[in-house]
C-alpha cells in the first residue's frame, strides 16, 4: 500500500486503503505536490480539539482511513497527537511513511534565526522525525514569545518587524536539512504569493486558506493552480465551532437550503457535499472532529461524485464570507485580508 496506483490525470492519483483499515470506504485520493510528494486530498484538522480528546480523534481518524493530519503548534495540542501518532506507528497500524503529516510556523518564530527552533518544537512535540509538510501560519510576525499571543500591559498585541521572504529563505534550509519534505504557506493572499515565488528556490506547494460555497476563493485558486501550489482548504463546513459567538446575521453554512437540497439528492449530510466540493475542485481539504461519528462521516466522501450542475450551485452561494478573518492581527503591515476588514 501506499500513495502510488492508477494515475487519474495530472495532479490526483488515486491509492487504495486496505479495507481491513478502512472498513468505510475502499479508496481515498491524494494529489502530488510540486515537490513529487503525495498529500491525501482529505485530512483530519485539530484547531480547537482539546487535549484530552485529541488523542482519541487522530486514533480514530487513522482506523477509519485517514492518513492526513493537520496540526500547528499553536492549537497547543501537538504532543498529544504525537503520543496517538506514536501508539500507532508502534502497533502496526500504519508505518509513517503511510502518515502525511503537516504542521505550522507560529507567528512568533519568524525570526529567521527563529525558524529552526519553531520547528523542533513541533517535530519534538509530535514525536516525528520530519515533518510533510511546514507551513508558514501566516504572514504577519509577532515578538518573539513564549505566550501565542504576546501582548503588553495595556493588552495590546505586539508585533515584529519581520518579512515573510526572509522567514521563508529559512524554511528552505530545513528542507534541505531533511527536516521537512515540502514547505508552504497559510493565509497568504495573491500578491505575497507573488513576491515569494519571486524568490523562492524550493517549491511552495501549498497555501491553506479558508475555503467553502461562501467564500469559494476562485481567483485565489485559479491563481494557485497556474503556479503548481495546492489548496488546502480549511474551515470547510464554514467552522461552525468558531471560539467567538455568531451573530444574528451571520450566515450558517451547514443550514443552507442549497446545500441541503444537494445533499438529500445523494443521500449524503451538508458536511459531506462540503467536503466533496473540494475534491471535485481539485483541492486539499482539513474537516476538524473529535467526534467519532463525525470523523467516519467525513471520511465517506469517496463513493460519489457531485455534478457539474451542483458544483455550480454551490459556487453560486459564494458572498465573499470569511469566518477566521484574523482581525486581531489587522495592524501589522503584511496582514493578509485588508480588503475582508
Ligand atoms: N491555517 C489556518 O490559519 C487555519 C485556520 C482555521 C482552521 N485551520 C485548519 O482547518 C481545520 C478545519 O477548520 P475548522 O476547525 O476551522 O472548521 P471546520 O472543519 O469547518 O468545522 C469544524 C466544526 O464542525 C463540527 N463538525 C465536524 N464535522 C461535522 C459534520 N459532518 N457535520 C456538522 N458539524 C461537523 C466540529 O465539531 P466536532 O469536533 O464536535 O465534530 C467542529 O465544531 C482546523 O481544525 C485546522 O486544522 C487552519
Known amino acids: 500500500m ?11 492519483r488515486l491509492f487504495e486503503v486496505p479495507s481491513a483499515l478502512c472498513p468505510l470506504s475502499t479508496m481515498a485520493q491524494v494529489i502530488k505536490l510540486a515537490t513529487g510528494e503525495m498529500m491525501p486530498q482529505v485530512g483530519l484538522g485539530t484547531w480547537q480539539s482539546p487535549p484530552g480528546q485529541v488523542y ?7 482506523n477509519v482511513g485517514y492518513r492526513h493530519i493537520d496540526c500547528a503548534f499553536s492549537y497547543e495540542n501537538e504532543h498529544e497527537i504525537g503520543t496517538a501518532l506514536a501508539e500507532k506507528f508502534t502497533s502496526a497500524t500504519v508505518r509513517r511513511e503511510e502518515m502525511f503529516i503537516t504542521s505550522k510556523l507560529w507567528l512568533t518564530y519568524m525570526r529567521p534565526e527563529l525558524v529552526r527552533e519553531g520547528c523542533l518544537k513541533s517535530l519534538k512535540n509530535l514525536q516525528l522525525e520530519y515533518l510533510d509538510l511546514f507551513l508558514i501560519h501566516a504572514p504577519v510576525a509577532l515578538q518573539p514569545s513564549k505566550q501565542i499571543l504576546p501582548m503588553d500591559k495595556t493588552g495590546k498585541i505586539i508585533f515584529d518587524d519581520v518579512d515573510y521572504i526572509d522567514t521563508w529563505k529559512a524554511m528552505e534550509k530545513l528542507v534541505d536539512e531533511g527536516l521537512c519534505k515540502s514547505i508552504g504557506v497559510s493565509n497568504f493572499n ?9 524568490v ?8 491553506q486558506v479558508e475555503c467553502h460555497p461562501y467564500l469559494t476563493q476562485q481567483k485565489l485558486m485559479n491563481f494557485c493552480k497556474s503556479n503548481d501550489i495546492v489548496l488546502t482548504a480549511y474551515s470547510p463546513l464554514g467552522c461552525p465551532g468558531r471560539p467567538w459567538k455568531f451573530k444574528d446575521n451571520d450566515p450558517r453554512l451547514l443550514e443552507d437550503p442549497v446545500l441541503l437540497d444537494i445533499g438529500k439528492s445523494y443521500n449524503k449530510t451538508p458536511g459531506q457535499v462540503l467536503i466533496r466540493y473540494h475534491i471535485e475542485r481539485g483541492n486539499v481539504v482539513i474537516p ?9 462521516e467525513n471520511f465517506q466522501v469517496f463513493d460519489f461524485k457531485l455534478s457539474e450542475d451542483d458544483l455550480g450551485k454551490l459556487n453560486g452561494l459564494d458572498r465573499n464570507y470569511r469566518v477566521v478573518n484574523f482581525a486581531f492581527l489587522r495592524k501589522q ?7 475582508h476588514l
Do not use: Y
Open 200 to 207: 523562492a528556490k524550493h517549491p511552495v506547494s501549498v497555501n
Open 2 to 12: 501506499g500513495p502510488s496506483a492508477a494515475a487519474i490525470d495530472n495532479s490526483t
Open 190 to 198: 495573491e500578491e505575497q504569493l507573488c513576491r515569494l515565488l519571486s
Open 333 to 339: 503591515k503584511h496582514f493578509p485580508f485588508k480588503s
Open 288 to 296: 476538524k472532529s473529535v467526534n467519532e461519528n463525525r470523523i467516519k
Open 56 to 62: 482519541e480523534a487522530v486514533k480514530c481518524a487513522i
